[in-house]
C-alpha cells in the first residue's frame, strides 16, 4: 500500500471478519503498517486513530467485545486515510459507523436472534458487538434497503425481514 500525504493511492483489504474474536483481530493484522495499543483513554473515548504517527489506541478498560468493535471502526478510520472527525456526525464518522456495522453483523443470525430474543442488548451479545453497532447495522438498513425509493413502497425493515424469512 502506498499513501501520499492523505490520498491513499491503494486501500488494502482488511484481514478480519465478523467470526474473528478481538484477539484474533489483533493476531490478523500484524502485518499491516498501523499500530494497535491500549491505554486509558480520557472522558469516554472509546478508541482513536492518529494518522500522523500510524496508530490506533484504543481504552483498556473496555470489554473484549468492545475492544472487537471499536478496533474493527479505527482500522476503517486507518484503510480510507481519515486524519480524524470533528463529531460524531462528520461524513467520516458515519461511513466508519456505517461500514464497521455492516462487517461486523451477519444479516441471517441477526434475523434468527430477533425472533429468540426480546432485549438489544441479548443480540448484541449473541453477535459479539455492542449495542451501539447493533443500532448502526438497523439505521444503516432503515436509510438504504427500505426507503420507499429503493423498495418501491412504504415498507419497514420488519416488513422486509418477513419477506426475507418467509421467503
Same mark, same amino acid.
Given at each position: 500500500?502506498?499513501?501520499? !500525504?492523505?490520498?491513499?493511492?491503494?486501500?488494502?483489504?482488511?484481514?478480519? !471478519?465478523?467470526?474473528?474474536?478481538?484477539?484474533?483481530?489483533?493476531?490478523?493484522?500484524?502485518?499491516?503498517?498501523?499500530?494497535?495499543?491500549?491505554?486509558?483513554?480520557?472522558?469516554?473515548?472509546?478508541?482513536?486513530?492518529?494518522?500522523?504517527?500510524?496508530?490506533?489506541?484504543?481504552?483498556?478498560?473496555?470489554?473484549?467485545?468492545?475492544?472487537?468493535?471499536?478496533?474493527?471502526?479505527?482500522?476503517?478510520?486507518?484503510?480510507?486515510?481519515?486524519?480524524?472527525?470533528?463529531?460524531?456526525?462528520?461524513?467520516?464518522?458515519?461511513?466508519?459507523?456505517?461500514?464497521?456495522?455492516?462487517?461486523?453483523?451477519?444479516?441471517?443470525?441477526?434475523?434468527?436472534?430477533? $425472533?429468540?430474543?426480546?432485549?438489544?442488548?441479548?443480540?448484541?451479545?449473541?453477535?459479539?458487538?455492542?449495542?451501539?453497532?447493533?443500532?448502526?447495522?438497523?439505521?444503516?438498513?432503515?436509510?438504504?434497503?427500505?426507503?420507499?425509493?429503493?423498495?418501491?413502497?412504504?415498507?419497514?425493515?420488519?416488513?422486509?425481514?418477513? $419477506?426475507?424469512?418467509?421467503?
Amino acid at each position: 500500500m502506498e499513501r501520499l !500525504d492523505r490520498i491513499t493511492t491503494s486501500l488494502p483489504d482488511l484481514p478480519i !471478519d465478523r467470526r474473528m474474536t478481538y484477539g484474533a483481530m489483533r493476531r490478523a493484522i500484524i502485518g499491516l503498517p498501523v499500530t494497535v495499543s491500549s491505554a486509558i483513554l480520557p472522558d469516554g473515548l472509546w478508541g482513536c486513530y492518529d494518522a500522523s504517527n500510524s496508530v490506533i489506541l484504543i481504552d483498556r478498560r473496555l470489554t473484549y467485545t468492545a475492544k472487537r468493535c471499536v478496533l474493527t471502526h479505527e482500522l476503517l478510520h486507518w484503510k480510507h486515510g481519515d486524519d480524524g472527525c470533528a463529531n460524531d456526525r462528520s461524513k467520516q464518522e458515519r461511513r466508519c459507523r456505517t461500514q464497521t456495522a455492516l462487517l461486523l453483523v451477519n444479516p441471517t443470525e441477526l434475523a434468527l436472534l430477533e $425472533r429468540m430474543y426480546e432485549y438489544e442488548w441479548q443480540i448484541a451479545d449473541e453477535l459479539n458487538i455492542t449495542t451501539q453497532v447493533l443500532e448502526d447495522y438497523r439505521s444503516t438498513l432503515d436509510t438504504n434497503l427500505c426507503s420507499p425509493r429503493r423498495c418501491g413502497d412504504d415498507s419497514t425493515f420488519n416488513d422486509i425481514k418477513e $419477506r426475507v424469512l418467509n421467503a
